[in-house]
């Protein structure tokens, strides 16, 4: 069975910094693109950044370019993102999604149930 | 960038056909995926690829793309599809995945 499961997130002030994680477990981990999509309360889906399957190709949301990055460690099936500089509208649930092939990201065909990053001073 | 474009909302009757559109610019030379989410859970894959149903999606749930259009129609409704559902792209002008604004399905 394909499981996803998230931590890191937290409370965290403005400009602060957080290092989320996922874990991989069900699926040949290095054989999946993977990405974070977001969601803030009450909103909807958001892209935030994906990486494929052998990690040297990442791709990330124009808006959110030099504050996350994605990365990923296929020994520990994890993936994980870095974030910096946080502002009030990164309160958000954060998933980690599995695409079905090793490209980037294309469709998403597992998701994990998120973790919640809030941003608040 | 590319935007995709779906109503706020759609209301259908049981037993009757709920049609979600999600537009944009020539979208059916792209491939969508259209995903299912209940209050308090995970998005979750009905449709990949215009039309192909994953494995365990019921077969009332279908998909069609094309000109400007792509549509999720969901025959036989039941009140357990109430849902929001959102359609995506990759879009490869911009190597960027695209959600749209999602659609609330109510169930009358």
């Known amino acids: 069975e394909v499981q996803l499961v998230e931590s890191g997130g937290g409370v965290v002030r403005p400009g602060g910094s957080l290092r989320l994680s996922c874990v991989a477990s069900g699926f040949t981990f290095d054989e999946h693109g993977m990405s974070w999509v977001r969601q803030a309360p009450g909103k909807g889906l958001e892209w935030v950044s994906g990486i494929n399957g052998n990690g040297d190709s990442t791709g990330d949301a124009d808006s959110l370019k030099g504050r996350f990055t994605i990365s990923r460690d296929n020994a520990k099936n994890s993936l994980f993102l870095q974030i910096n500089s946080l502002r009030v509208e990164d309160t958000a649930l954060y998933y980690c999604?599995?695409?079905?092939?090793?490209?980037?990201?294309?469709?998403?065909?597992?998701w994990g149930q998120g973790t919640l990053v809030t941003v608040s001073s | 960038s590319y935007v995709l474009t779906q109503p706020p909302s759609v209301s259908v009757a049981p037993l009757q056909t709920a049609r979600i559109p999600c537009g944009g610019n020539?979208?059916?030379?792209?491939?969508v995926h259209w995903y299912q989410q209940k209050p308090g859970q995970a998005p979750v894959l009905v449709i990949s690829?215009?039309?192909d149903r994953p494995s365990g999606i019921p077969e009332r749930f279908s998909g069609s793309n094309s000109g400007n259009t792509a549509t999720l129609t969901i025959s036989r409704v039941e009140a357990g599809d109430e849902a929001d559902y959102y359609c995506q792209v990759w879009d490869s002008g911009s190597d960027h995945v695209v959600f749209g604004g999602g659609t609330k399905l109510t169930v009358l």
């Open positions: 690829y215009d039309s």
């Open positions: 999604a599995r695409s079905p092939g090793q490209n980037l990201v294309d469709v998403f065909d597992y």
């Open positions: 020539n979208i059916g030379s792209q491939s």
